[in-house]
């Protein structure tokens, strides 16, 4: 790797690196929440807490879940209604009833279920 005069890499920098934390779910995956009455498709991962400081504080300290672990978008769904959902890695489980969820936005970014997976479109991939 080339580097430019005058720059440096933030180990030489002194800048502390966070800790690596591997991702037990991928993007498709049907889960539920440990605690709470809701399920739902993956459709993004945080490596580590990436939402704002006052959502992290309106969750209640017991709970209040770290931030160095990945963190989920989840296309969710409960009895009442269907909205997304930012959770930690801690509260997932997989999701074992293999029904698919009932979600609006499942059809602007998958394509198929199957397995207890959607199938992410080709549009969307990296």
Same mark, same amino acid.
């Given at each position: $790797?080339?580097?430019?005069?005058?720059?440096?890499?933030?180990?030489?920098?002194? @800048?502390? $690196?966070?800790?690596?934390?591997?991702?037990?779910?991928? /993007?498709?995956? !049907?889960?539920?929440?440990?605690?709470?009455?809701?399920?739902?498709? =993956?459709?993004? !991962? %945080? +490596? @580590?807490?990436?939402?704002?400081?006052?959502?992290?504080?309106? =969750?209640?300290? *017991?709970?209040?879940?770290?931030? %160095?672990? +990945?963190?989920? #978008? /989840?296309?969710?769904?409960?009895?009442?209604?269907?909205? =997304?959902?930012?959770?930690?890695?801690?509260?997932?489980? !997989? *999701?074992?009833? *293999?029904? +698919?969820?009932? #979600?609006?936005? /499942?059809?602007?970014?998958? *394509?198929?279920?199957?397995?207890?997976?959607?199938?992410?479109?080709?549009? #969307?991939? #990296?």
């Amino acid at each position: $790797m080339t580097q430019l005069p005058g720059s440096f890499t933030p180990l030489e920098a002194g @800048v502390p $690196m966070p800790p690596v934390s591997t991702a037990r779910f991928a /993007i498709g995956d !049907v889960v539920c929440h440990r605690l709470f009455e809701f399920r739902g498709v =993956i459709f993004d !991962v %945080d +490596p @580590v807490f990436a939402n704002s400081e006052e959502w992290y504080e309106s =969750i209640p300290e *017991d709970v209040r879940p770290r931030k %160095d672990q +990945p963190f989920y #978008h /989840i296309l969710a769904e409960n009895a009442e209604s269907s909205y =997304i959902a930012y959770v930690s890695q801690q509260n997932l489980v !997989v *999701d074992e009833s *293999d029904e +698919p969820v009932d #979600h609006p936005g /499942i059809s602007g970014l998958f *394509d198929g279920y199957a397995g207890g997976r959607y199938q992410l479109k080709p549009q #969307h991939r #990296h």
